[in-house]
């Protein structure tokens, strides 16, 4: 039975104060049946978990949209186990347009087509934060491993922390709990609550980044295992 509570519907759980506004199992494709997919990508339901993987061509990527906008103050929580690599990792947050104050919508349909190719996400017409980790994409991200931030639009590296994400072969399957706080202008990247990295927006790259949409983003040939999606109100 999908576990979805709607954005700020008020389903009283609470931790630390804080109140759930979003819970998405993902253990079966009823469960991401309103994501909005940019790109090629095969989403299927494996032992109570979303496998999500590449579709198309070698250079082919996708971002896989939660339609529901969030607002600020929010922690962002959702347990990752890859399974094939390399590739890479990547979540959206704070995602809209750069029209109305930053305000507009990502799926206006005035702004330039998007199919997953990176600039068209960091240079292009949308406002958003992005986390990138589990990058083994490239032989020197495989050589040095790190997690960044970027702020959109331009491509500005904000933050950056070493990624404790093990290969596949020593994850062995296991799952690791991401954590994203988005605060104002303070945001904290977790990965198994050992802090990553940290940001504190100080607008030298723009206008503070607030409301907006999740998206996942994965680089081929990555494929990966998502469950236990949660959003709560700080």
Known sequence: MRNILPILAVLAASTMG????????????????????????????VNGTIELSGAGKVDDYFVYWVPEVFPDGIRITWEFSPRNEP???MFFFGAASVADDGKGSIFDPSLKPRNGSYPQY????????????FRRRWPEERAFLLANLRKSPGFNLVAQGADPLPPVADAAGAFYTIEVVKDKREVTFSINGLKVFEFYDDKSTGPV??????????????????????????
Do not use: C
């Open 122 to 133: 960091h240079s292009s017409d949308i406002r958003t934060l992005h986390a990138s980790y």
């Open 87 to 89: 590739g890479l990792a």
């Open 209 to 234: 980044i607030r409301d907006g949409r999740i998206g996942f983003r994965q680089m081929q040939p990555l494929v990966a295992r998502y469950r236990n999606l949660q959003v709560w109100k700080l």
């Open 18 to 45: 804080e109140t759930l506004l979003y819970s998405n199992p993902l253990n079966s494709t009823s469960d991401i049946s309103t994501w909005v997919a940019e790109g090629p990508l095969t989403a299927t339901a």
